[in-house]
């Protein structure tokens, strides 16, 4: 080996190599051990109205471990994302001694059940919120699928200024659609077929022209394949149910 010059050059480079990487590790750990590079400021932005800002002060001072280089940016983004209300979180450092953090909030657009809020994205959360929400009830893993029938049964129904206060998926895929009014609707089930919304676009085409008291309906029921009865409240004109077939008005 000692006769052979290209060996040793290449046996000189790796001692050189792992004792500059040697010196680098102990330098860097020193670095990260110097209180002159302790992180002096936090940045919290963002748009909320349903985080409470105790707690983001709470977790900043409880999650920040270490000086500028040591702090673990993974742990600090994830202790954020554990608050309810917060969608995502981005952290980054800014140079010499500050980081700074970028929170979003969900939009809730339906509530799921009693205990969860439904995202505008379809994500399932937990919080309060004041206000008059549409509920959703189905089975388990439905939200997403209920949330794309609630937005595209508004769209049918709002100009007609019928609007939603419930949507029931049933075990067996029935669906029942609650309106502010009062009255429910029967749809069927067989919601993701276009046969349903056909259903309720009829309804709806009808609803302008029937000559009834609307107040009074009770329900309606879709499920017939050319027209829907109509079940009235006691007390109105006109009792019972009537049906209507397609052409009618």
């Not at 290209?6 to 990487?21: E, K, P, T, V």
């Not at 129904?157 to 029942?176: A, C, G, M, R």
């Not at 006691?234 to 009792?239: D, H, L, P, R, W």
Request: proline share 4%; net charge positive; aromatic share 14%.
């Amino acid at each position: 080996m000692w006769d052979r010059p290209s060996w040793l050059n290449q046996i000189s480079a790796i001692l050189i190599i792992l004792s500059l990487l040697t010196y680098l590790t102990a330098a860097w750990s020193w670095v990260k051990h110097q209180p002159s590079f302790s992180i002096s400021q936090v940045f919290i932005q963002g748009y909320w109205h349903h985080i409470d800002l105790q707690q983001l002060k709470e977790i900043a001072a409880n999650s920040v471990y270490g000086n500028f280089f040591a702090v673990n940016l993974d742990h600090l983004r994830c202790s954020f994302e554990l608050i309810p209300w917060v969608s995502h979180v981005t952290v980054k450092r800014m140079w010499p001694w500050k980081i700074f953090i970028v929170l979003s909030e969900y939009i809730p657009d339906a509530r799921w059940g009693k205990d969860y809020l439904l995202s505008r994205d379809g994500v399932l959360f937990s919080g309060t919120v004041e206000g008059d929400l549409p509920v959703l009830v189905g089975p388990e893993g439905t939200h997403q699928e209920m949330l794309k029938a609630y937005n595209q049964l508004e769209e049918i129904l709002e100009p007609v200024d019928l609007y939603i206060s419930k949507i029931y998926l049933s075990p067996t895929y029935s669906w029942d659609v609650f309106l502010k009014n009062g009255t429910v609707l029967h749809v069927g089930s067989d919601f993701k077929q276009d046969p349903a919304i056909v259903r309720v676009k009829r309804f709806v085409e009808s609803y302008k022209v029937i000559k009834v008291d609307k107040n009074k309906i009770k329900s309606v029921d879709l499920r017939y394949p050319n027209g829907f009865a109509v079940h009235f409240n006691k007390g109105s004109e006109i009792t019972g149910r009537i049906l209507l077939k397609r052409g009618y008005g």
